[in-house]
């Protein structure tokens, strides 16, 4: 070999080394988690910027979704005066469809690089589930902003304290308005992550859970992927009798194959890591589906990352009572495979229907 090809031969050699380097870099094993449920604003639509939270996710989180909140709180000055509420707890004033949100949450990932775009997931949630013409506006976000959103949500139905507050009519999982939404979800190919409280707050011995009516919507829409947020759980909607089994009974019923649960919310994680009895059932659970979970922080609009690594740390008791491998398909693994078949369905929507 002469010494012209020994040297191009070595440059490759190193070149090489240095791309798989790179490429290791990448994969993700150096973060901590994607996460499968942030919102970048809040009840008043105030938050940080995608490029904020881009930082932020330096050497902690791989992907992330990106949401914004579909109600705005409405600051009635005969209700708190000069008091401006920040919350929907804050005020008794009601809470109404704020369509504007997914315009906001398009223009933030449109401002980044394209690098940075890579890592997000926006999704569309400012839609009415009451509405029938609520797939309309789906497809209308779509259409203006292609190339942008994976999904839909997390929109809610049934939810403690916020059901109530919406003007307009009451949200129910018995209106065809959800399931026409589902339906084009499916036929896009969106991913939906989907807030239903699996019980009434305070609940008597003569009230009956939502558990019925999310089956039976679920079941009707095979071909949409559904992440079912935070296990059906709340603040104070606490876990039905037999919570892991009935969440093992969908796990395990083929037509409801296309049914996810994110773990997110610190208010979830308090139900989770109660004790070693609840941290070993939940393990017990995941090991056996290990596919069919994610993790996500449900932080809205943080002012450091440390926010949502205390959600992160506060699931420590399961991370360390799962098998490695199990860990990181919640952490990562299941949200990496589902948003990115979704990516790809709903560019292929896309293609095939913006002229």
């Given amino acids: 070999?002469?010494?012209?090809?020994?040297?191009?031969?070595?440059?490759?050699?190193?070149?090489?080394?240095?791309?798989?380097?790179?490429?290791?870099?990448?994969?993700?094993?150096?973060?901590?988690?994607?996460?499968?449920?942030?919102?970048?604003?809040?009840?008043?639509?105030?938050?940080?910027?995608?490029?904020?939270?881009?930082?932020?996710?330096?050497?902690?989180?791989?992907?992330?979704?990106?949401?914004?909140?579909?109600?705005?709180?409405?600051?009635?000055?005969?209700?708190?005066?000069?008091?401006?509420?920040?919350?929907?707890?804050?005020?008794?004033?009601?809470?109404?469809?704020?369509?504007?949100?997914?315009?906001?949450?398009?223009?933030?990932?449109?401002?980044?690089?394209?690098?940075?775009?890579?890592?997000?997931?926006?999704?569309?949630?400012?839609?009415?589930?009451?509405?029938?013409?609520?797939?309309?506006?789906?497809?209308?976000?779509?259409?203006?902003?292609?190339?942008?959103?994976?999904?839909?949500?997390?929109?809610?139905?049934?939810?403690?304290?916020?059901?109530?507050?919406?003007?307009?009519?009451?949200?129910?999982?018995?209106?065809?308005?959800l399931d026409s939404i589902f339906r084009f979800a499916g036929e896009v190919g969106l991913i939906v992550v989907f807030h239903n409280d699996i019980d009434k707050p305070f609940p008597k011995s003569y009230t009956q859970s939502y558990l019925k009516d999310a089956i039976d919507v679920f079941r009707r829409h095979p071909e949409a992927t559904l992440i079912w947020a935070h296990v059906g759980l709340g603040r104070i909607v606490r876990p039905v009798k037999d919570q892991i089994e009935i969440v093992r009974t969908i796990l395990e019923d083929p037509t409801l194959s296309h049914v996810y649960f994110d773990i997110s919310w610190d208010e979830v994680a308090k139900y989770i890591v109660r004790n070693d009895t609840t941290v070993k059932a939940t393990a017990e659970l995941i090991e056996a589906f290990p596919d069919r979970f994610l993790f996500g922080t449900d932080v809205v609009a943080p002012s450091g990352i440390d926010k949502c690594l205390a959600v992160y740390d506060m699931y420590d008791p399961l991370w360390h009572?799962?098998?490695?491998?199990?860990?990181?398909?919640?952490?990562?693994?299941?949200?990496?495979?589902?948003?990115?078949?979704?990516r790809v369905k709903v560019r292929q929507w896309e293609k095939e229907n913006i002229k």
């Fill in 1 to 177: 070999m002469d010494t012209l090809k020994k040297i191009l031969l070595f440059a490759s050699i190193f070149f090489l080394a240095e791309s798989l380097s790179a490429q290791e870099e990448n994969v993700g094993k150096t973060y901590k988690y994607c996460d499968a449920h942030f919102h970048l604003t809040n009840y008043i639509q105030e938050g940080i910027t995608a490029s904020e939270y881009l930082k932020m996710m330096d050497g902690v989180v791989e992907r992330s979704t990106l949401f914004g909140i579909p109600l705005q709180q409405t600051w009635s000055y005969e209700n708190s005066g000069d008091d401006a509420p920040k919350y929907y707890l804050d005020t008794d004033a009601p809470l109404y469809y704020y369509s504007f949100t997914d315009a906001y949450i398009a223009t933030q990932y449109l401002s980044l690089p394209e690098e940075g775009r890579k890592r997000f997931d926006p999704m569309i949630t400012g839609f009415n589930p009451t509405d029938m013409y609520a797939p309309a506006h789906i497809r209308r976000v779509l259409m203006t902003y292609p190339g942008v959103f994976t999904g839909i949500g997390e929109f809610s139905i049934h939810k403690e304290f916020v059901s109530s507050k919406v003007a307009g009519d009451v949200a129910s999982l018995r209106n065809p308005a």
């Fill in 321 to 342: 009572s799962l098998t490695s491998q199990t860990a990181e398909k919640v952490k990562k693994g299941n949200y990496l495979k589902l948003f990115d078949a979704a």
